[in-house]
């Protein structure tokens, strides 16, 4: 622990009288006692804050939930709800097994981890359990996010298969670059061997969480096709919209809670003093990275909420959500290096790259039943990019350690270097993401193990997959009248001739 006490026998020998040795270890002694103590309690303090963050971040798969069921139909609720259970599930046994070796197993080399599998030799100085939980959490987020793209038209084989391949290798590939100490474009090299002297700063994952899942979702809409029905003969954009706004609503609050696990609890520790006796300390930029994640999603949401009801006249729930869980995906990258003021900049650049990206989805007749893509993974490039722009030199040698002449953001008068640093990240990932994800959509189609049958999309796959819907509704007008219709047709006359329905 930094600032530890010591002690030592022969200085304090000197200042006391007969015995002195013996004085001396006992009170070296009791010093070493108290020491431990205080070293213990900031190993369970941080590890404590880790694993509180961890869950709150685990939490946000009960939000993926939400969002997901809300925005299909309701002939597809069972089957997104499945689907969000076993992204967690399977990544969980694979990240195990492999990723979180792929991804932190030290040492290594700068392109994959090689220790660690099946967390052998674990703990280490470099990790703990509470670490491989929180790592994890993040893991199924990015698999969340691509399950949302290929909503509504997926076989359920192809979800098991693309999660347990995202998160068990093409995930923590990306995050050993990023955020292990031996990782190629990392910050946290220790042997000093920094991309452009600075390493992409990605702290809670704009890149390496939110544009992983985006254009590994990209790929498996593009390779799949349109939902049917989405687009007419002419090329025109159909809605098929949602069948819950609260479910929406309910999913995107739960998001924002956990998001607060998933930026400030990406400090791993809360015990680091900046300036000893002093209220700078790491607790300080915690708090302020919450403010800044809070800043980005609010000016979002509401420039969404503006910008939407110019382009199409209405006030949309739906829209705002999206707008604001965008403005989140911008502000992870750079949440802790930033001032509260570039996060309104943030929120409100992230609301317009989504309606932005949305109207270019429509013309190319990309559908994207969550705009997860988009959202994630355009929210996300622009985060990476406004980091390069506005990071505060302070705040980066608080957190990445001090190095003198540090590049920072080129608008805060740090050059260029951060940028280059910041695009190439953005370059390496979608290249690895779309040879990778973009390989294995491509090869399921082949197998015909990707998308369902045009009669089981049109009936949907509660009912043909699932043995049931998850409750009863009805899908539209047309229907709910059809089955009022059928009502009538049974009906039969009273003696009175009233016409009754009988029971």
């Known amino acids: 622990m930094s600032g530890a006490l010591s002690c030592s026998t022969t200085d304090l020998a ?25 070293t213990d309690v900031a190993f369970a303090v941080d590890n404590t804050y880790l694993l509180f963050s961890a869950y709150l971040v685990f939490s946000m798969q009960l939000g993926f939930a939400m969002l997901c069921a809300g925005s299909v139909r309701a002939k597809n609720t069972m089957n997104i709800m499945l689907t969000n259970v076993l992204d967690a599930a399977a990544g969980g046994l694979f990240y195990y097994l492999f990723g979180y070796a792929f991804a932190f197993g030290s040492p290594s080399n700068g392109f994959i981890g090689k220790h660690n599998f099946g967390l052998k030799d674990f703990p280490s100085a470099s990790g703990d359990y509470s670490n491989f939980l929180y790592q994890w959490a993040f893991a199924i987020a990015a698999a969340g996010i691509t399950s949302g793209s290929i909503a509504e038209r997926t076989q359920f084989v192809a979800y ?46 704009s890149g390496v ?53 998933f930026n400030p ?41 503006f910008g ?22 911008a502000i992870t990258g750079g949440c802790s290096v930033v001032e509260p003021w570039a996060a309104v900049i943030c929120g409100f650049v992230a609301a317009l790259v989504l309606l932005g990206c949305n109207k270019l989805a429509e013309k190319l007749k990309y559908d994207d039943p969550l705009q997860a893509a988009q959202l ?12 390069a722009l506005f990071a505060n030199e302070k705040y980066l040698n608080q957190i990445y350690g001090e190095k003198p002449g540090r590049p920072h953001g080129l608008f805060m008068g740090g050059g260029g270097k951060l940028l280059g640093a910041q695009l190439i990240q953005i370059l390496v990932i ?41 409750y009863m509704y009805y899908d539209d007008d047309e229907s709910h009248k059809a089955i009022q219709l059928r009502k ?14 009988p029971v």
């Not at 220790?190 to 390493?199: A, I, M, Q, W």
């Not at 400090?267 to 980005?296: C, D, H, M, P």
């Not at 994630?376 to 980091?387: P, R, V």
């Not at 009538?488 to 329905?501: F, L, M, N, Q």
């Open 14 to 38: 000197v200042l006391l009288g007969p015995n002195a040795t013996a004085a001396a270890d006992y009170i070296c002694g009791q010093l070493s006692a108290v020491n431990n103590k205080f």
């Open 209 to 261: 969480v939110h544009m992983v899942g985006g254009i590994a979702g990209l790929w498996g809409a593009l390779i799949e096709g349109p939902r049917l029905g989405r687009f007419d003969n002419g090329g025109r954009a159909i809605a098929l919209r949602g069948h819950s706004a609260s479910l929406v609503v309910l999913g995107t609050f739960l998001l924002w809670f956990g998001w607060y696990g």
């Open 430 to 470: 979608t290249g690895w993401v779309s040879a990778t994800m973009g390989t294995l959509f491509f090869i399921l189609k082949k197998m015909k193990l990707l998308r369902i049958s045009a009669e089981d999309e049109m009936a949907g796959m509660d009912m043909t997959r699932h043995g049931g819907f998850a």
């Open 160 to 205: 098991l298969i693309y999660s347990s391949f995202l998160t068990g290798f093409v995930y923590p590939v990306v995050s050993h670059w990023f955020w292990s100490v031996d990782g190629w474009a990392s910050p946290f090299r220790t042997d000093g061997d920094l991309l452009f002297s600075t390493g992409a700063i990605d702290f809670a994952g």
């Open 265 to 305: 609890g990406s400090f791993n520790k809360i015990l680091v003093t900046y300036e000893s006796g002093t209220i700078n300390g790491q607790w300080s930029a915690v708090g302020r990275t919450a403010v800044t994640t809070t800043l980005a999603g609010c000016t979002a949401a509401l420039t969404t909420l």
């Open 308 to 329: 939407k009801r110019l382009l199409s006249g209405h006030w949309n729930v739906t829209d705002v959500c999206n707008g604001l869980l965008g403005g989140f995906a």
């Open 376 to 387: 994630h993974g355009g929210c996300g490039a622009w985060g990476l990019i406004f980091t």
């Open 488 to 501: 009538v047709e049974h009906r039969s006359p009273s003696p009175s001739g009233v016409i009754t329905t």
